[in-house]
């Protein structure tokens, strides 16, 4: 009686251990993926820096380029609608992108397919790049991919102000005068408009916006 009692006490004490070794490779497994996903966001924080304040220049040469031309990549008459300067400016972004991976003679970087999706909205302009590169140092390899960025221009706000006078057949700036924009007109052989929103910045000057009719 007291030999099977010994063997149940031995078999509890197996079995808890048995336990306890499964508990600790099961905790022992999810620390180790925990780690290895905190290493792999923090690989080539260099990299992600300069790409990024990269993408932030492209989107703020892109917006200048809409403001000094109504909305469209080059100086013509007319003002280009909100989604004709969002196509412009999808088209545009990507061609300003031009990483000098030469600055990394360390690393190993494949460039790829540059894309931009831009979003043109009341009080801030935000895009959606695909910019995809692999970078390669030593053992380490990560494959970037799907960027954003913004910049707090107020395209649309400043849009919908110009659309009234670009339909207006006459041209009486008095009737915008309740408008949170600086505006002034230029008449000749055609009429320029310019509209200076100190509520949106470039390089701390207030951003301007240009189109002629």
Known sequence: MKLRNANKAQLAIFIIIGVVMISAILILVFLSQYIEAVESNGVFPEINTYINNIHKNALTCTIYTLG???GFQEEQLG?????????????L????????????PQHNIE???????INLAMYDVSALITNDFIVTK??????????TTKTLIRYAHIHEVADILD???GVNLNELADVDLDKDIKI??????????????????????????
């Open 68 to 70: 000094k031309n109504g």
């Open 79 to 91: 003002l280009a609608t909100l989604n004709e300067a969002e196509e412009v400016a999808s088209n």
């Open 93 to 104: 972004m990507p061609t300003l992108i031009n990483p000098n991976w030469g600055s990394f």
């Open 111 to 117: 460039q790829n397919l540059i894309s931009a999706k």
């Open 138 to 147: 030593d053992q380490d390899v990560m494959n970037f991919k799907d960027f």
């Open 167 to 169: 339909k207006d057949e």
């Open 188 to 213: 000749g052989n055609t009429t320029t408009f310019k509209f200076t929103d100190k509520q949106s910045k470039i390089d701390q000057k207030s951003y301007e916006f240009f189109f002629t009719k």
